[in-house]
T-cell receptor
Framework: NAGVTQTPKFQVLKTGQSMTLQCAQDMNHNSMYWYRQDPGMGLRLIYYSASEGTTDKGEVPNGYNVSRLNKREFSLRLESAAPSQTSVYFC?????????????FGPGTRLTVL | AQRVTQPEKLLSVFKGAPVELKCNYSYSGSPELFWYVQYSRQRLQLLLRHISRESIKGFTADLNKGETSFHLKKPFAQEEDSAMYYCALLTGANNLFFGTGTRLTVIP
């Protein structure tokens, strides 16, 4: 099992450009998440999808959109990138049950917006 | 609003010395807390959760509701413990709120 995979690993954009970060998991998990990690800020939740067909805003959703394409895939789109979106982006997934389940993280995408 | 505070950005200890990584939280609901760890060139992964009351890799953490703390402890640090450690609070249906992290360096 590959677990949670993310593409690309690195990306450099110019201000105003758009791009989509891809995430896929092969663990048959219901829930998927997008976080950003900035120096000194820890991980902050951007959007999450509790189950296929649903998405909800997290702590810092402005400037982003998401799509839960199917149970396996959850993409994050930046429509018009800004320098403030320079960060490392992590995707994660977990099972959805009545009790908490461990979140499994991808390797991250390092995005630089010039 | 919820808050998770890890007061130490950096922590260095000698091999064999005790280590304590501090975590304090603020949350109006019933807290569920976790420690996640990221070793060099590896993914972020769960280390332990307070409801399990388990010891993982020699680490333990006790939830102290009176002091709103969930400090991570190990009696004898090893070089392989060097990593970035994050305390996290469960705030909703499987949503985690992370602290800013502590980078632990164990000096040989």
């Amino acid at each position: 099992n590959a677990g949670v995979t993310q593409t690309p690993k690195f990306q450099v954009l110019k201000t105003g450009q758009s791009m989509t970060l891809q995430c896929a998991q092969d663990m048959n998990h219901n829930s998927m998440y997008w976080y950003r990690q900035d120096p000194g800020m820890g991980l902050r939740l951007i959007y999450y999808s509790a189950s296929e067909g649903t998405t909800d805003k997290g702590e810092v959703p402005n400037g982003y959109n998401v799509s839960r394409l199917n149970k396996r895939e959850f993409s994050l789109r930046l429509e018009s990138a800004a320098p403030s979106q320079t960060s490392v982006y992590f995707c994660a997934s977990s099972r959805l049950t009545y009790s908490y389940n461990e979140q499994f993280f991808g390797p991250g995408t390092r995005l630089t917006v010039l | 609003a919820q808050r998770v505070t890890q007061p130490e950005k950096l922590l260095s200890v000698f091999k064999g010395a005790p280590v304590e990584l501090k975590c304090n939280y603020s949350y109006s609901g019933s807290p569920e807390l976790f420690w996640y760890v990221q070793y060099s060139r590896q993914r972020l992964q769960l280390l332990l959760r307070h409801i399990s009351r388990e010891s993982i890799k020699g680490f333990t953490a006790d939830l102290n509701k009176g002091e709103t703390s969930f400090h991570l402890k190990k009696p004898f640090a090893q070089e392989e413990d060097s990593a970035m450690y994050y305390c996290a609070l469960l705030t909703g249906a499987n949503n985690l709120f992370f602290g800013t992290g502590t980078r632990l360096t164990v000096i040989p």
